[in-house]
């Protein structure tokens, strides 16, 4: 669990509900990797779009907002842009991982064989995994950085991190 002291409430609050939201989609990709053998290929085609979809409308806006926002606040609060590098890179590994999809989407729909779904269970796994190993190092690494009580004064006009 993550320790929300310190953190502004709203931060937390938009973070926690972002994740929560996010999560329901994961577990979506995890359930239609898991079937993928259990569907005909109409049906399939369908949750990968499904999938697809998701992507578009809740996972892109979420990166584009720690984009824009989140990971500038905590640079700026850190005086480093090593704070949210690896975060960073992330975002483009699960960038990676969605045009994978997207292909294999392409390829199954002209091609809906037998053939294609390891690779295409592989990469919806993968995406998975990256997905919720993110939020987690969000949560335990990066979330906390804003919290008030993590910085001493300025010294040499650079806000430091408190010693625990």
């Known amino acids: 669990m993550v320790d929300k002291a310190g953190v502004p409430g709203a931060v937390w609050s938009f973070t ?13 990709i ?12 109409a049906d399939l ?9 998701w992507l578009d409308r809740e996972l892109e806006p979420h990166i584009a907002w720690e984009e824009a926002w ?8 850190t005086g480093t842009p090593w704070a949210t590098r690896a975060a960073r890179f992330d975002h483009q590994q699960i960038r990676v991982v969605e045009t994978r999809l997207r ?12 053939e294609r779904l390891p690779e295409l269970r592989c990469h919806m ?4 995994a990256l997905l919720r190993a993110h939020i987690d190092r969000e949560e ?17 006009g650079k806000r430091t991190i408190a010693a625990s």
């Open 70 to 77: 989140l990971y500038p606040e905590i640079d700026a609060r």
């Open 16 to 28: 926690e509900h972002e994740h929560r939201e996010l999560t329901r989609g994961i577990n979506h």
């Open 140 to 156: 335990r690494f990066l979330i906390p950085l804003l919290a008030d009580d993590a910085w001493v004064e300025p010294v040499g």
């Open 45 to 53: 085609s369908v949750r990968i779009l499904d999938i697809l979809g």
């Open 125 to 128: 796994f993968s995406l998975e």
């Open 30 to 41: 995890h359930d239609v990797a898991c079937g993928i053998g259990d569907w005909v290929p």
């Open 103 to 114: 292909t294999d989407q392409q390829l199954f729909h002209e091609d809906p064989t037998h």
